[in-house]
């Protein structure tokens, strides 16, 4: 998956059964902290009398968990362990389980709860954050058609005056534009920007 960071792109859940213990997993984009609160409290309504609510969490440059009554680093860790795995930052994950009789014991716990996360996240979308290096390119009018298809998936913006004035925008490959700068009157470099773009 590289050095990014990845960013879920909506709210995943799924449910697994192991000896009888129901496992219900939801892991969801956070924008604050106190978000998590308000996520607690929707699913504890919606789930009410479960045995345990175990959670994890990544925002930012801070991480959490919670074992929620489970046997201490059984639940909560291997929550955030698999999120850490998959380089998930800015979500909170909840794993409410309904007891079935039959204790699973640490190892059988520590694989549950990793399992019931796993899962949620088989069919999740997914965004990357990255950094975009923006170009403004002028340009006299007849060069259009042979820009637009130069360019295509890199143009973000166009203006038409006097010259057409295109914005570019780059992730880390320039060689398009340095290959066909004589195209242009003028180039100039405007900055850079993080944008969030889709993964899977």
């Known amino acids: ?22 496992f219900i997993s939801f892991i969801e984009p956070i924008h604050s902290l106190s978000d998590m609160d308000v996520i607690l409290k929707r699913i504890k309504k919606e789930y009410p009398k479960a045995t345990h609510y175990c959670t994890a969490y990544v925002f930012e440059n801070s991480q959490g968990s919670n074992d929620d009554g489970e046997p201490s680093k059984t639940a909560g860790v291997p929550i955030l362990e698999i999120l850490n795995h998959h380089q ?13 009789g039959i204790k699973l014991g640490a190892g059988g716990l520590i694989r549950a709860y990793a399992k019931a996360t796993k899962e949620a996240l088989n069919d999740a979308k997914l965004s990357k954050k990255v950094t975009k290096t923006i170009y403004e390119v002028v340009f006299t009018y007849e060069k259009i058609a042979k820009i637009d298809q130069l360019f295509e998936s890199l143009i973000t913006d166009k203006v038409y005056l006097e010259d057409c004035i295109y914005e570019l925008s780059f992730e880390d490959d320039f060689s398009l534009l340095e290959t066909h700068e004589y195209l242009f009157k003028k180039i100039q470099k405007k900055g850079t920007k993080e944008v969030l773009v889709p993964w899977k």
């Open 1 to 22: 998956m590289g050095d990014y960071m990845y960013y879920l792109n909506e709210l995943v859940q799924s449910q697994i059964e192991i000896d009888k213990s129901i």
């Open 88 to 100: 998930l930052t800015n979500c909170f994950a909840v794993v409410v389980r309904y007891f079935g």
